[in-house]
């Protein structure tokens, strides 16, 4: 069974900060790696897929993978309130057979403060 | 495109009853999951269907949750009878096909209170 690991939080950085996001994860063999936001009381929402080792950048937002060490993080520049929301760090349970489902890290809780 | 459509958003039922989530997936989605969140936690797969056949549902509690998709569109999770730790948000997902790289698509999820 995968495991996936996340700070709860929550992380408080002020308006217009960097937010670090950390995720690490129990399987060497993942492949792919996502990024769910989730707002209280809502359904999860992706927000960045990656795959590579290295940097993937989306308007404010940039996933870092590093394989060797096993380690997925999201950087959220330039952070607003209306990022408030816990983020989800997922992988498939087994990306070589039909079993994609995603498995969950209990996420990390995100606070910006105006 | 419409979202995944889920019903009803709410329940509240006493433990030993039984209750039923329907789910719509988007349409043309062959993949659909049901994952359950509990409160504090990341959502935890219950079963994943492609079309109409399962894949997983290693993590369902079989003596008390069921599942269909009969015709590989619309599917229905059961739970019978219910537990106190069964209270959690009852999510539905779908996806094109079961591609690593496709994107899970959340319903809005039912949530579950039970007395």
């Known amino acids: 069974q995968k495991e996936v690991e996340q700070n709860s939080g929550p992380l408080s950085v002020p308006e217009g900060a960097i937010a670090s996001l950390n995720c690490t994860y129990s399987?060497?063999?993942?492949?792919?790696f996502f990024w769910y936001r989730q707002y209280s009381g809502k359904s999860p929402e992706l927000i960045m897929f990656?795959?590579?080792?290295g940097d993937k950048e989306d308007g404010r937002f940039t996933a870092q993978l590093n394989k060797a060490s096993q380690y997925v993080s999201l950087l959220i520049r330039d952070s607003q309130p209306s990022d408030s929301a816990t983020y989800l760090c997922?992988?498939?349970?087994?990306?070589?057979?039909?079993?994609?489902?995603?498995?969950f890290g209990s996420g990390t809780r995100l606070q910006v403060q105006p | 495109e419409a979202g995944v459509a889920q019903s009803p958003r709410y329940k509240i039922i006493e433990k030993r009853q039984s209750v039923a989530f329907w789910c719509n997936p988007i349409?043309?989605?062959?993949?659909l999951y049901w994952y359950q969140q509990i409160l504090g936690q990341g959502p935890k797969l219950l079963i994943q269907?492609?079309?109409?056949?399962?894949?997983?549902d290693s993590q369902l509690p079989k003596d008390r949750f069921s599942a269909e998709r009969l015709k590989g569109v619309d599917s229905t999770l059961k739970i019978q009878p219910a537990k106190l730790e069964d209270s959690a948000v009852y999510l539905c997902?779908?996806?094109?096909?079961?591609?690593?790289?496709?994107?899970?698509?959340f319903g809005p999820g039912t949530r579950l209170t039970v007395l």
């Open positions: 997922a992988v498939p349970a087994n990306e070589d057979t039909g079993r994609r489902a995603l498995t």
């Open positions: 997902a779908s996806s094109r096909q079961a591609h690593p790289t496709d994107t899970q698509y």
């Open positions: 399987d060497r063999g993942s492949q792919s």
């Open positions: 990656i795959y590579s080792n």
């Open positions: 269907f492609q079309n109409n056949g399962v894949v997983d």
């Open positions: 349409s043309g989605h062959a993949t």
